[in-house]
């Protein structure tokens, strides 16, 4: 009963995930909308906001992205490893309890304790590092995310370093955070294969909480609650679900996700731990309006920028497939450096064909790339070539 | 359809509204919890998060406003002076129309023409002015809200000084803003007397928008959907829904509810035009966990305080009732001037009972009141003696 049933609201008139055209821009069209309806655990989201890829796997529509900086939850992507843990799992949620490894006095802690360890909340963006697969000429398998393994959330936690301070602090030689999801590993498949464990450099400590709270209400079970670790600006995956453990180690785990999986070499090589680990995110924009085809005159060319852990600095916006530029203005509040900000350009467009694109760049002076290298799983293709979208105006 | 049903996701655990003592801080518990249901309209809305008061006034419970800034849509008060309109109202949003006068070229303009016109975002503190009225002793008429008629919300729309500018510049003379509510005038009675039709100062055009899109989805009709007056720091009757006419005017209207309504004056004062009128809000906060009875050690007291028009400077926290005053922090994303911003102060609690209250200061130095004196209509009581929590620790 904890995530019951909710029928949709049909609040969204327009959404096309899949408004890039095949021939102008090179890319063929990703498989989309196989709309297979929506799993029990996430009965309560905006089933027309979404493209259902898989029962794990849910994808934002691109115009459902609009101008209010924050994704509601019910529209937020869905991307699980594992199916999601039961019901029973937030059915006491401060109960719920998490082990503490590599401090000064290692111990479990319950959420209930956790709560009362201090309160942290922090705007982020939560993207897949599959966003963008759909985009990749090579067919790398997964799922074939364009735009929408991606949306900008508010959590609320405890900080992961007032837990290590109460725990006695880190152990020395510690190198890495680890931590462990709660979810049930199939009967007859290795734990070390499956199991959702991610480690990421100590240094994010500094940013990561322990949240139990979405965008103002307890974390929904399709999203990691009742606990989650959030890692601000790291990509998706290390942001683990139904925590239970969380290690401060010297090395990394030598779990499948981690040592060879969520590793970026090229296509057809195998994944190993020597190869980057997608950990901090690329900067990044797209555009969300308009999407299709419209009328002549002034129209506002809307979309999200990020940079990962930095800032955004500023956005140019192309309505000619990246001949020329110009700056877009960022508006609405500023949710901080992990989340992410609106840019508008108004643009007075006769009728013709358009190809409209953005370009971020953020307070280092890195600049969102042209074209993302095929990478053999297929990882966060952030080229504002094949981001682009074309648009008829009459 | 388009305000379909939903069954509530229970992810709530707490959240008394009515959890200020009776005895020790000399106020009667306000009628409350009267759940009659959602109405048809609100179906949507997470029904364990509301106190139902009636069929067009709904209050979020205390608890449930918790550390994550804004406040998502399915949990934001309801309160509406007349019937929504039917559903037909959403049916095509950017059809809805809304005429202006008192511009160069008054004439009318569809959503969808005002959405090329310019795109502005804001988060607000909507705060109904009745907020806190069952607080106070003298029983004043009207739903007995405590804290519940208020929440934080980020609108998009288009900015009302890019529509003027559109239309020619607003008329010489003019002094007001007066926004009209496309609400049905219920037969037999007088439009003067119950349409919903407000005057603010024409400076506050600075800040407003025309908002189509609340916390990242279309408006919902039970919250002024499809268009929606937003005048950032004024009290929420100034933020006139399904609005249908703009008029840039040299008098406030004469409708009931600007020349006698919403009215400062003392009790068993009728209403005038020269009483102070619920326009911009008042430096406010309240804590909103603990509520409840809790065990000893430490505890994370967390509220929010907001400043109207102002930021908050800084908010104090009490644990006995106002005798000693420590500094909170403010935590998470700042939203601007005129959102609310969460704050938190850790206290380590023995065994006993706690007066717990806060206290916020603005910019400008305004601070929150000790005590609210009575007004006819019961309008916002701020006074943090009535706005504390009488908790036991064991």
Not at 130 to 138: E, I, P, Q, S, V
């Given at each position: 009963m904890k995530d019951a049933i909710r029928i949709h609201r049909r609040h969204f008139l327009v959404g096309a995930?899949?408004?890039?055209?095949?021939g102008a821009l090179g890319v063929s069209a990703p498989a989309?909308?196989?709309?297979?309806g929506l799993p029990p655990y996430a009965q309560w989201k905006e089933a027309e906001a979404?493209?259902?890829?898989?029962q794990n796997t849910m994808e934002t529509k691109r115009?459902?992205?609009?101008?209010?900086?924050v994704t509601p939850n019910d529209v937020v992507f869905v991307r699980n490893n594992l199916s999601p843990p039961g019901e029973e799992i937030v059915a006491d949620r401060d109960a719920w309890e998490v082990s503490f490894e590599g401090v000064g006095e290692a111990r479990s802690m319950s959420v209930g304790e956790l709560k009362r360890l201090g309160v942290g909340t922090v705007a982020t963006v939560?993207?897949?590092?599959?966003?963008?697969?759909?985009?990749?000429?090579?067919?790398?398998?997964?799922s074939p995310w364009v735009t929408g393994a991606a949306g900008c959330v508010i959590w609320s936690g405890v900080p992961l370093q007032a837990v290590a301070e109460e725990l006695g602090g880190v152990s020395d030689g510690a190198q890495y955070i680890t931590s462990t999801g709660g979810e049930e590993i199939p009967e007859g498949l290795e734990a070390k294969d499956v199991i959702v464990e991610r480690s990421v450099p100590?240094?994010?400590?500094?940013?990561a909480i322990l949240a139990w709270e979405m965008n103002g209400e307890p974390i929904p079970r399709a999203h990691g609650g009742p606990l989650r670790m959030v890692v601000p600006g790291y990509y998706g995956v290390n942001n683990v679900k139904y925590v239970k453990r969380v290690a401060f180690t010297a090395e990394q785990t030598d779990a499948k996700i981690q040592a060879s999986g969520y590793r970026v070499r090229p296509v057809d090589v195998g994944g190993a731990p020597d190869q980057p680990s997608m950990w901090e995110m690329k900067v990044k924009s797209w555009v969300t309006h308009p999407l299709m085809d419209t009328e002549s005159g002034r129209v506002q060319i809307h979309g999200v920028a990020f940079g990962g852990v930095n800032p955004v600095e500023k956005v140019e916006v192309s309505t000619d497939g990246g001949e020329t530029w110009q700056d877009a203005s960022l508006i609405g509040p500023d949710l901080g450096r992990f989340a992410w900000r609106v840019f508008v350009l108004p643009a007075d467009l006769e009728p013709g064909t358009y190809t409209i694109t953005s370009r971020a760049t953020d307070t280092e002076g890195n600049v969102q790339e042209q074209s993302t290298e095929p990478n053999h799983r297929g990882y966060d293709y952030s080229g504002w070539d094949r981001l682009a979208v074309e648009v008829t105006v009459a």
């Open positions: 995930a899949g408004t890039v055209s095949a989309l909308g196989q709309d297979g979404l493209i259902v890829h898989s115009g459902v992205i609009s101008t209010s900086v939560l993207q897949c590092s599959g966003n963008g697969r759909g985009l990749f000429d090579h067919e790398a398998s997964g100590l240094d994010a400590m500094e940013n």
